[in-house]
Each structure stands twice: as structure tokens, then as C-alpha cells.
């Protein structure tokens, strides 16, 4: 099968932490010198993600906050931007204000971190704004909510699941550090309906992507995609709704794909 554009996560597929091996800058370079369109698609909100592009140099449609956005560098705006229902926000933010957990919570342009105790500044980046409590902090709705703490995870499992599974997509993404993050989007955002948005701003077929990724919220760009390819650490599900698998983030699977791509014409 023949394709003409790669969508690539980046936790746990092209990063390894928050290093970006040099095996899959060159080939991605390589991918992008050959005609591929370059996609990134990402959980990360927008400038994490572009700060990776620019790293590469490439400048393809961004897709961020798992699937909530696309971002397109030359028209300098957004073609896809989704965002979590207001009844939600409100129970989600009272809920994580009650219990010690990390949130953050992707507004606009900049990004609410809530946690107890105030961070170094210095160690954040400049889109990132400490606060004590959510609710009342910002009243624009965001686009992607991220939890990690085990306690308000099984609380809003218990609570908010049954309550909101009809608007709301909650699924389960592995942060830098290889940690579960409990994901929140509307139920009209994904990776999926994303890709679809990018590639209508591209003027291709979705089916001429190949995609690559590692988890759960990955697998609905892999049914939208023309193929799919999951890394060699990737949890059974994601492994099951790929097209190919192949070695581990750690081992620089996504370069060993996009060479046996760019060698042979396929991965078959």
C-alpha cells in the first residue's frame, strides 16, 4: 500500500521520556525529504508538540490535546477545536479541587497545572500557570483534561463515568515519566476525528496515512488511518488494532519503520 503522510504520537512512539532519539529525527527528516507529509499527534497541547516539529523542522497540522485540536503552523490558527461540556468541567474541577492529584487542564493558550504546593516557575514551561484550585480559575472550557493521582482517578471512574460516558471520551495515556494518566475529551474529539480534520486540510485520504502509535487513545487514529503501526511495548489492545508492530520506543521503533518504509516501499 502505498502512503503519502505519517501521523506519530509522541509519548511512549517518537520520545523516550522527553528525549527525542536521533535515529528518529533522521528518519523523519528522511520521510519528510522523500514527500511525506509529517503529522504529529500527540496528547501534549500545541506548543509542547511544536517545540518537538521544530526540533525535526518539520511543519505539517499539529494534532493536540489527544485529538481536541489540529493546529495548522502556515495558517497560524486551529481547523479542529473541541472542547469538554461545561456540566462536566464544573463536577471535574470541584472533584480534583477535594483530593491531592496532578491536573492539567489545557485552556486556550496557556495550560492550568493545579497541585498542592507552588512549583518552581523556573521549571515550568511559559504556557503554564500554577494554580491552588481549579474551579474559578478560568472560565473558558477547556479542551483536554490529564489527572494523575490514584484517588481522584477512582473517584472520577466511580462518579463521573456513569454520569457523562455519553459526552465525555475518558481513557487511559502514558505521560514522560511512563505513568497512566487518566485523559479527558469531549466525546466529539480523538485522534481519529482529527486526522480525518488534518487530512481535509491536506486534500489526501486518511486510508494514505500510516500511523503510529503506543495506547489506548491511539486506536481510533489506527481505524481511521489507510494502516497502523504499534511500538513493541505497546499493551495488547493497541498491539490487536495495528496493521504491523514494530520494536520498542526505547529501541527507536519508529525509525525502524520509516526506514524499512523508505527502503522497500512497504512494510510488508
Known amino acids: 500500500m502505498t502512503f503519502h503522510a505519517l501521523a506519530i504520537d509522541l509519548d511512549g512512539t517518537l520520545l523516550v521520556g522527553e528525549d527525542l532519539p536521533a535515529d528518529n529525527i533522521t528518519a523523519l527528516r528522511a520521510a519528510r525529504d522523500a514527500g511525506y507529509e509529517i503529522i504529529i499527534a500527540t496528547a501534549r497541547w500545541v506548543q509542547m508538540a511544536r517545540r518537538i516539529t521544530e526540533q525535526i523542522g518539520i511543519t505539517g497540522p499539529v494534532i493536540a490535546c489527544s485529538g481536541a485540536q489540529v493546529y495548522v503552523p502556515d495558517l497560524g490558527r486551529d481547523v479542529f477545536d473541541e472542547r469538554l461540556p461545561a456540566d462536566f468541567v464544573d463536577v471535574l474541577y470541584s472533584l480534583c479541587d477535594e483530593e491531592r492529584c496532578i491536573a492539567t487542564i489545557t ?44 484517588q481522584a482517578n477512582k473517584r472520577i471512574r466511580d462518579e463521573l463515568v456513569p454520569r457523562f460516558s455519553d459526552s465525555v471520551h475518558f481513557f487511559d495515556s502514558i505521560g514522560p515519566t511512563g505513568k497512566v494518566i487518566l485523559t479527558m475529551t469531549s466525546s466529539s474529539a480523538s485522534k481519529g476525528d482529527a486526522l480525518k480534520s488534518a487530512c481535509r486540510y491536506l486534500g489526501m485520504d486518511p486510508h494514505d496515512v500510516l500511523a503510529f502509535g503506543d495506547s489506548e487513545n491511539d486506536i481510533e487514529m489506527f481505524r481511521v488511518a489507510g494502516a497502523a503501526v504499534a511500538m513493541g511495548q505497546a499493551d495488547e489492545q493497541t498491539k490487536a488494532a495495528a496493521t504491523y508492530v514494530t520494536a520498542r520506543h526505547d529501541e527507536a521503533g519508529v525509525a525502524r519503520a520509516i526506514e524499512k518504509l523508505l527502503t522497500n516501499g512497504s512494510l510488508d
Do not use: N
Open 107 to 150: 485552556v486556550e493558550d496557556r495550560v492550568l497545572l493545579k497541585l498542592d504546593g507552588e512549583p518552581d516557575p523556573s521549571q515550568m514551561p511559559e504556557e503554564m500557570v500554577w494554580v491552588s484550585k481549579l474551579t474559578g480559575a478560568d472560565a473558558t472550557l477547556p479542551r483536554v483534561a490529564a489527572i494523575q493521582g490514584s
